[in-house]
């Protein structure tokens, strides 16, 4: 069974601060994926990494970075954390096999920004 | 602009009961469309992928179909059971997991 884990399950923090979300994945995936997830919206996406140390933009990136030392670990950086970042942030891995690979998601990451 | 449309924005039926939802897309190029199930607190779980020539796909009692003509896609529930209260979120690819358009979900809501 594919696993992937999220740091937390909820998150407070303050206007301001740096928040690090951690997702790490044990099926040995290439590509990385972290979504935010709104009440009627759909996932977008924020940053994806195909390989270790690679990083793509997705949809929405301004205000988030990303870290992927290692292949199983992808990080998602808040630089300075605000209000309109309060969100449920969603990790995600998947292999490389064509046009339909499946993608595995962790159990995601409530994070409130006060 | 690419975007896909879920309908209805929620549904209650009763345990035993069938239910069919509804996903309409304008997504080009298309690459394939998949369903995932979101538990409340969890994240998405994929149940279906399909290519433009596959027309029909199931996964225990969830059977998505495809008309690719019309653009439309929908996940038909057979004998509904309480386990099958999540939201159901229609993907569309535009080639690959890198453009994913996520359609924002319907809601289901079984009660016994």
């Known amino acids: 069974d594919v696993k992937v884990t999220q740091s937390s399950r909820y998150l407070v923090k303050r206007t301001g601060e740096k928040v690090f979300l951690e997702c790490v994945q044990d099926?040995?995936?290439?590509?990385m994926f972290w979504y935010r997830q709104d009440p009627g919206l759909g996932l977008r996406l924020i940053y994806f990494?195909?390989?270790?140390?690679?990083?793509e933009k997705g949809d929405i990136p301004e205000g988030y970075s990303v870290s992927r030392e290692k292949k199983e670990r992808f990080s998602l950086i808040l630089e300075s954390a605000s209000t309109n970042q309060t969100s449920m942030y969603l990790c995600?891995?998947?292999?490389?096999?064509?046009?339909?690979?499946?993608?595995?998601f962790g159990p995601g990451t409530r994070l409130t920004v006060l | 602009k690419n975007q896909v449309e879920q309908s209805p924005q929620s549904l209650i039926i009763l345990e035993g009961k069938n239910c069919t939802l509804q996903?309409?897309?304008?997504?080009?190029?298309?690459?394939?469309l998949r369903w995932y199930k979101q538990d409340t607190g969890r994240g998405p779980v994929s149940l279906t992928i399909?290519?433009?020539s596959e027309n029909t796909k199931s996964n225990g009692r969830y059977t998505a179909t495809l008309d690719a003509d019309t653009k439309q896609s929908s996940l038909h529930i057979t004998a509904s059971q309480l386990s099958d209260s999540a939201s159901f979120i229609c993907?569309?690819?535009?080639?690959?997991?890198?453009?994913?358009?996520w359609g924002a979900g319907t809601k289901l809501i079984i009660k016994p």
């Open positions: 995600a891995s998947s292999y490389t096999s064509g046009y339909t690979d499946t993608q595995y």
């Open positions: 099926m040995d995936h290439e590509n």
């Open positions: 990494s195909y390989d270790v140390k690679m990083k």
């Open positions: 996903c309409n897309y304008t997504v080009s190029p298309f690459s394939n």
């Open positions: 399909m290519t433009f």
């Open positions: 993907v569309v690819s535009a080639g690959g997991n890198y453009q994913l358009i």
